[in-house]
């Protein structure tokens, strides 16, 4: 079975600091995977996606950047936080099977304070 | 612009009542529904998925409808519990794809239930 794992899942940064947050996916090869973020009261935002190795394209001009060194694992980084990169993101893959073809499937979040 | 607003923005319901909440959408070119349910803090996970010719799913006690007419849907809830309270967010895909990417989604704001004893 497919699983995506995200870590980690609590977090606070001061401003101007490093951010790193992994995603992996395990059970499909070659996903489109995607990083989402959820602002409070806020629908949930694309931010970037990719489609292979070393494949990104932003949605939204950002203080973020995203990687993919490996078919399974998606990165999320910055280089330095600002306040306003403070949210819930949401790393999600693109499953497709019989029963529901083109569901995404979403991790279990990181909550992101930045200070 | 694709928008996607929900309502009512927030629901308080006794257990084992039914309840219903609303989905209405202006996305175009349209390609599917979705309806999730995202507990707090938690990633949001698939209740149903509809496409342009469906009108009715259901998912145990969760029936989502559509109407591509009038672009609306809606989630009804049979018998309600507890482990029901949760965000309930509608998502719609636009038929163009993101290169590849699968198609872009445009997500409501969700619906919070709480259900009481």
């Known amino acids: 079975s497919q699983t995506i794992h995200q870590w980690p899942a609590t977090l606070v940064q001061p401003v101007g600091s490093p951010l790193s947050l992994e995603c992996t996916v395990e059970g499909t090869s070659n996903p489109n995977l995607y990083w989402y973020r959820q602002a409070a009261g806020r629908g949930l935002q694309l931010l970037f996606y990719?489609?292979?190795?070393?494949?990104i394209s932003s949605e939204v001009p950002q203080n973020l950047s995203a990687s993919r060194p490996q078919d399974r694992q998606f990165i999320l980084s910055s280089k330095k936080l600002l306040l306003s990169d403070s949210g819930f993101y949401l790393c999600?893959?693109?499953?497709?099977?019989?029963?529901?073809?083109?569901?995404?499937?979403f991790g279990e979040g990181s909550w992101l304070t930045v200070v | 612009k694709n928008q996607v607003e929900q309502s009512p923005q927030s629901l308080i319901i006794l257990e084992g009542k039914n309840c219903t909440l609303q989905c209405n959408y202006t996305v175009s070119p349209f390609s599917n529904l979705r309806w999730y349910k995202q507990d707090t803090g938690r990633g949001p996970v698939s209740l149903t998925i509809m496409t342009f010719s469906e009108n009715t799913k259901s998912n145990g006690r969760y029936t989502a409808t559509l109407d591509a007419d009038t672009k609306q849907s809606s989630l009804h809830i049979t018998a309600s519990q507890l482990s029901d309270s949760a965000s309930y967010i509608c998502?719609?895909?636009?038929?163009?794809?993101?290169?590849?990417?699968?198609?872009?989604?445009?997500f409501g704001t969700g619906t919070q239930l709480k259900v009481e004893l």
């Open positions: 999600a893959w693109r499953g497709s099977t019989v029963e529901q073809p083109n569901t995404i499937y």
């Open positions: 998502v719609v895909s636009a038929g163009y794809p993101l290169t590849g990417g699968g198609n872009k989604l445009t």
């Open positions: 990719s489609v292979g190795i070393g494949q």
